[in-house]
């Protein structure tokens, strides 16, 4: 007010690259006016603003940091309203509800849950008819019964259930739970009964059902098309007078599996050429009455597990626990499902979804197949194996026995011709590159080709 002009003098030591911004200035007419924060007392903030004079903020220690801010949170009269208006919405807030929940995860302990006994359904007493789904919405006691369609004679659920414990039953013992008393219900049992009872029971068409299954893993296409499908929506079988007639060998011989795989894999159909016929083509295009054999691929397992078979490096080990490590050298059934890390190979070769049931597996034919036998390491290493099974004879001897793991065949005269001319070309190659066993080498590539065919990969 008296005309008193202030010359300001800035010194800008920290981002020179870049504008000041929104700054502001106060003045006093104060000499020695205090530099208060709330309850932080003036010393601490000038030390404070001594400090960054001779250093950067950020070069700052932690208490000579929070002073300045402080100092500038509570000088601010917009930061104060707006912080303000933050604790008082803070407060309205709605308390969350705390509620224990279960989380899966893998390498913790165990913890306990209702579903502990999942599995063992005899062990609770009772199971109910619940109204929509609610589980405090019990209508009535579920009574144990079969589906009527498939039940013949007039016989009822009893006729099943009613099993008396023999000597060398056992039954696992209950997990701990709120009932005192526990009395065997053999449910399960019965349901085996009337699955197996080829009488009265579903046993005739349980029958059918998994011979039809063998039938379509061999040959890619039950007798019945749908093998998950036996109704009116499904198929009509091919061959139904087969279809039985393989049904009561397999009921009459025990349910032996192996046998009906033994009957089939030595029968004169699977046994037929894939040689095309055009005169019986136009009578049976799809070759529904396998007038030839239709060549088709090995399932992801199949090519994996003959590959590691092939190469000398199969475990035969059985049982034990699963993993997720692509390179261990059990058969594939040992893969764990992970949905989140699925095996690379298997997904190639149109491994299933695991979630749901697949009667019939898709195949696909896809540039990332061949990539895989050509530059993935675990062909490269199941060729390996197969080279140093090979022994140290002669190379012609090697060639054969490189046949005969593989194909289970000696050479033609046209393959030992081109294989010869393969190999001293990869040999001259390896050598180039300064290989240290540059006929091995050759030797390996040659193994790779030979997992890679289609005659290693495809029944034909």
Not at 114 to 122: F, Q, S
Not at 275 to 287: C, G, H, P, V
Not at 309 to 314: D, I, Y
Request: glycine share 8%; aromatic share 8%.
């Amino acid at each position: 007010a008296g005309g008193v002009r202030l010359k300001i003098t800035m010194s800008f030591r920290n981002n020179t690259q870049h504008a000041l911004g929104r700054f502001r200035i106060s003045v006093t007419t104060e000499s020695e006016r205090p530099a208060t924060v709330g309850a932080t007392p003036a010393p601490a903030v000038a030390a404070a603003l001594q400090a960054v004079e001779e250093k950067p903020f950020d070069g700052l220690d932690a208490k000579h940091r929070d002073a300045l801010l402080g100092w500038i949170a509570d000088s601010d009269r917009l930061h104060r309203e707006l912080s303000s208006q933050v604790a008082v919405h803070s407060k309205a807030r709605p308390e969350p509800k705390t509620v224990k929940v279960q989380v899966n995860s893998e390498g913790l302990p165990h913890l306990k849950h209702h579903a502990d006994g999942r599995g063992y359904p005899h062990f609770y007493p009772q199971t109910h008819v619940l109204a929509r789904g609610d589980v405090n919405q019990k209508e009535r006691v579920a009574e144990l019964g079969f589906l009527q369609v498939l039940t013949r004679g007039g016989k009822s659920a009893a006729h099943w259930s009613d099993v008396s414990p023999t000597a060398d039953r056992t039954e696992p013992s209950p997990p701990p739970g709120p009932w005192n008393t526990y009395t065997p219900s053999y449910r399960r049992t019965a349901l085996a009964h009337w699955m197996t009872d080829v009488e009265f029971g579903a046993g005739h068409l349980l029958a059918r059902v998994i011979v039809n299954r063998l039938w379509h893993h061999h040959f890619g296409r039950g007798i019945v098309g749908t093998p998950s499908d036996f109704g009116f929506q499904g198929d009509r079988p091919t061959n139904a007078e087969l279809l039985d007639w393989l049904a009561r060998d397999l009921i009459e011989n025990g349910w032996k599996l192996k046998r009906t795989h033994r009957l089939i894999v030595t029968s004169a159909t699977y046994r037929r050429s894939s040689a095309f016929d055009e005169s019986r083509a136009k009578l049976d295009r799809d070759n529904t009455l396998l007038w030839r054999w239709t060549p088709r691929r090995l399932e992801a397992e199949a090519i994996r597990d003959g590959m590691l078979h092939v190469s000398g490096r199969l475990d035969p080990t059985m049982y034990g626990p699963g993993t997720l490590d692509q390179n261990h050298r059990r058969r594939s059934l040992y893969f764990f499902v992970k949905r989140s890390k699925l095996i690379p190979m298997m997904m190639l070769f149109d491994w299933p979804e695991h979630l749901v049931g697949i009667g019939r597996r898709g195949t696909t034919t896809i540039a990332p197949q061949a990539l895989a036998f050509l530059n993935g390491p675990q062909a490269r290493s199941y060729a390996a194996g197969l080279a140093d099974r090979l022994g140290d004879g002669t190379r012609a001897e090697q060639v054969a026995a490189a046949y005969a793991f593989a194909y289970s065949r000696p050479p033609s005269d046209v393959e030992v011709e081109r294989v010869e001319a393969f190999l001293a070309g990869q040999t001259a190659r390896h050598r180039e590159a300064g290989h240290a066993r540059p006929d091995h080498e050759a030797m390996v590539d040659l193994c790779q080709a030979l997992l890679a065919s289609n005659e290693f990969v495809y029944v034909d």
